[in-house]
Each structure stands twice: as structure tokens, then as C-alpha cells.
């Protein structure tokens, strides 16, 4: 057992009944190949629980300062987080993304970039419409829809992929993928209210 599995179990057995975490859309989650996970993000447990609802292991981008606190900087790796400097272009954090999806692998992103202080779905970066046009994996939407208050239902909505194709024929920008991406999630929230 890794300690990624080991981890996922423990919080699946604490914050599944404390939020009463309803898990909805799973069989739209590609089985195989690369995955670019895209999410609101509404509060700092937002990583966790987007990790034990999903299928499959997820990789986080996580602010780099994370990773300089002494507990963190060990733990993180273990949890296939990687860091990222915000409010600039990271190339590294690019790459190590890019490289994750080629290889396969789930990549998890909040593309607000930061948490909703009001819980309303904020405007997406470009870093999400980046790696959906350069990479050839499955853009996965989700919705989580709080609050996060103990015994009161947490959803956790995914939502069928989204296709990449029309949009690169189209040779839009990243701003606009993201955009497209945010629609697709926004569209989620309203659906699962």
C-alpha cells in the first residue's frame, strides 16, 4: 500500500460523514489515460476531498511557501503535490504538469487560483486552458458544492469531459479555453444546487 493510499483512507473515513460527501458523475471520469482535473475551489479542504471522491490518484499543484513548512515539505511529495510560485509564469510547475498528463496521470487544478472568499465561482486563470490545448488528456469539470458544514451534504459533481478538438480548430488562446472550461463547471454548480 503507498502512502498516497494510506492517506486517502484515513481522510475518506473522517471527512466522508462529518460532510456527508455525495459523489456524483463518477462514470464520467475517464478510466485511462491523462486527466486534467479542472475545480471550484471554495476552501482549504478542497484537495482532499476532490482526492478521495475521485477515482483514480490525483497530483495537486500547491502554492510553493506550502512547501517550505517543516511538516508540509515531507508530507506534500508523499500526496503527489507538486509546487507552483503563484503570480508568475512557473515554467518548472508547467512542465512537471505537462508531463504528469503525458505520462497518463491525473492532474487536479482550481483554476480560480486562489479560494472564493464568497463562494461564488471566481473568473479561471490561464494555467488550465495551457495545459487543456497542449496536452492530448481527457478536461475532466467539477463542482463542489458546499458549504463545508459538519453534517450538512458536500457535493462533489463530474461532469462528462470536456472536448479540447472544436476549441484548438478554433486556435483559441488559453484565456479562452479556461473560459470554456469555467462555463462547463459553472454549468455543474447550477445544475446540482
Do not use: W
Amino acid at each position: 500500500m503507498t502512502f498516497y493510499t494510506f492517506a486517502r483512507g484515513v481522510v475518506k473515513v473522517v471527512l466522508t460523514p462529518l460532510y456527508r460527501i455525495e459523489t456524483i458523475g463518477l462514470e464520467n471520469f475517464p478510466k485511462d489515460g491523462g486527466v486534467l482535473l479542472c475545480a471550484n475551489h471554495i476552501d482549504n479542504l478542497d484537495p482532499p476531498v476532490v482526492g478521495l471522491t475521485a477515482p483514480r490518484p490525483v497530483s495537486f499543484m500547491a502554492k510553493a511557501e506550502l512547501f517550505s513548512a517543516p511538516i508540509l515539505k515531507t508530507l506534500l511529495p508523499h500526496i503527489r503535490a507538486f509546487p507552483v510560485k503563484r503570480g508568475l509564469s512557473d515554467r518548472e510547475a508547467l512542465r512537471s504538469g505537462l508531463r504528469l498528463l503525458k505520462e497518463g496521470n491525473v492532474l487536479g487544478l482550481f483554476p480560480e487560483g486562489t479560494r472564493s472568499k464568497t463562494g461564488e465561482l471566481g473568473k479561471g486563470l490561464s494555467g488550465a486552458g495551457f495545459f487543456a490545448l497542449r496536452s492530448n488528456a481527457h478536461v475532466v469539470p467539477c463542482a463542489i458544492i458546499g458549504p463545508y458544514k459538519p453534517f450538512r451534504k458536500l457535493k462533489v459533481v463530474y461532469g462528462k469531459p470536456i472536448s479540447m478538438s472544436e476549441l484548438r480548430e478554433q486556435k483559441v488562446n488559453a484565456e479562452q479555453a479556461t473560459q470554456a472550461i469555467m462555463d462547463q463547471i459553472k454549468l455543474l454548480i447550477e445544475q446540482n444546487k
